[in-house]
């Protein structure tokens, strides 16, 4: 992940603020940001802001910005002034309450682009503290994790949400190993949200009270978005569907289900793509496939596009026996990669473009062009590349003579031509083949 620290004039306290922002390092465009807002942030900020890159690098969560709300100086509770008594604020805590909802959410949005899902997390007091938040039924925040709260006299009243506004999601982690105390009020706590209706869990797990930040920072998090679709469990609900429903109306049902609950959409990535796009072609779903098509084709209208995406959408034109708009999509997908300097990730793409694609258009030369400049990218696998060339040229009774010299050298390399799923049989029976194309135009 990356840390950023910025810094701005706070129109609440007259002076210069700061705050800091964990993302990933590499992120797909177009992409709006659910926001993971952190008080305590000197010790809580580094071990909730690895465990969401780490979840949503592998999409268990969706994109996630992770924000350190920093005290005028590091550990400075004052700045809350909270009364956990009366659950009230003092000057200095209307102030920073103020800060957050205004001055630190308008500047974030002003460098991110946020969905309008915004989480906060405290600890121990901090986690009373968002009783204050939850009681004042705050716009600004749609779900809350509060890590062992410290007991409370009396649990604060919870007045009753307008109809138009959702219940907020609450998540409440105790320590077993922590005192007696603040489990039983965060099991009180627990009950009084249930009533309430709103959307709340609360776990009692192996830790104490400062440990429960590193324990339990994973099972908050993937809690939290227990009913986020990921693309793991899209593969089983198209599975367990099976032919019976429209792939489209799939896609529309759990997209609509993540944007409600999450105010995620599903992202245009390759993966993506293809657990939809694929799935129909695979069961013949004609108005799905042309739905989903025009969809993509719609989204990867941007020139920054995700280049795996690019790939993915052509290699499935191809399977469909589109040809030219799948040449579209595998040139910008090459493109894409060469301007992020990422040409060693084009192997597979360069493959079904040279040999599925580019013949189809008559464009053999291209494509020989392009097996070519493999072996500059990938040095240590030129035998693979020469095969390929070998493969392009039997398949389109295409420069026979230089496909033959390009087999006998890939032959020569049978450990790297398995290492890519070839036999070395199967490479001498197409020289062979290769052979006796030539021998034939020869009589001819």
């Known amino acids: 992940m990356t840390v950023k620290e910025h810094s701005f004039k706070s129109s609440t306290y007259h002076d210069t603020r700061s705050f800091r922002v964990a993302l990933p390092t590499s992120t797909t465009q177009n992409i709006k940001y659910n926001i993971i807002l952190v008080l305590d942030a000197d010790y809580i900020f580094d071990v909730i802001a690895s465990t969401a890159i780490y979840l949503q690098t592998f999409d268990y969560i969706p994109p996630t910005a992770v924000i350190a709300i920093d005290y005028s100086s590091p550990g400075n509770r004052n700045d809350i002034g909270y009364d956990m008594q009366n659950n009230s604020l003092n000057s200095s805590g209307k102030l920073f309450y103020n ?26 007091y901090t986690a009373s503290y968002l009783n204050y938040f939850i009681s004042k039924n705050n716009d600004s925040i749609s779900s809350y994790i509060l890590f062992s709260p410290e007991q409370m006299q009396q649990i604060p009243n919870i007045e009753t949400h307008l109809p138009t506004k959702r219940h907020p999601i609450i998540r409440i982690i105790t320590g077993l190993n922590d005192i007696e105390e603040r489990q039983s009020f965060g099991r009180k706590l627990y009950d009084t949200f249930k009533e309430k209706q709103y959307d709340v869990k609360i776990d009692n797990i192996e830790a104490d009270h400062m440990s429960i930040i590193t324990a339990g920072a994973m099972k908050a998090l993937t809690e939290l978005y227990d009913k986020y679709y990921n693309i793991d469990s899209i593969y089983n609900i198209i599975d367990q569907a099976g032919t019976s429903v429209p792939i489209w109306d799939s896609f529309t049902k759990i997209n609509d289900h993540n944007k409600t609950y999450y105010n995620q959409e599903f992202p245009i990535t390759g993966s993506y793509i293809s657990a939809f796009l694929w799935a129909a072609i695979q ?14 084709e719609n989204a990867l209208k941007d020139e920054k596009s995700d280049p795996n995406a690019l790939g993915v959408m052509g290699d499935l034109l191809c399977k469909i026996g589109s040809f030219e708009k799948a040449d579209h999509y595998l040139q910008r997908c090459l493109e894409r990669y060469k301007e992020l300097g990422q040409n060693h990730e084009t192997l597979y793409w360069r493959r ?20 070519e400049e493999c072996k500059k990218i990938y040095p240590d696998d030129k035998a693979i590349f020469c095969y390929y060339q070998g493969v392009l040229s039997t398949s389109n009774d295409f420069r026979i003579k230089e496909g033959i010299e390009q087999l006998k050298v890939a032959i020569k390399y049978p450990d790297i031509l398995s290492n890519n799923f070839i036999e070395i049989n ?19």
């Open 99 to 124: 800060y957050i909802n205004t001055d630190l959410i308008n500047e974030i949005s002003k460098i991110l682009p946020m969905s309008g899902f915004n989480t906060i997390i405290g600890h121990s």
């Open 283 to 296: 069961t013949d779903d004609k108005e799905s496939i042309d739905r989903l098509q025009n969809y993509y």
């Open 352 to 371: 079904v473009y040279s040999l599925k694609v580019l013949p189809k258009l008559g464009q053999c030369k291209k494509a020989w062009k392009i097996l």
């Open 426 to 444: 199967e490479a001498k029976e197409l020289l062979n083949q290769a052979v006796h194309m030539e021998h034939k135009d020869n009589i001819d």
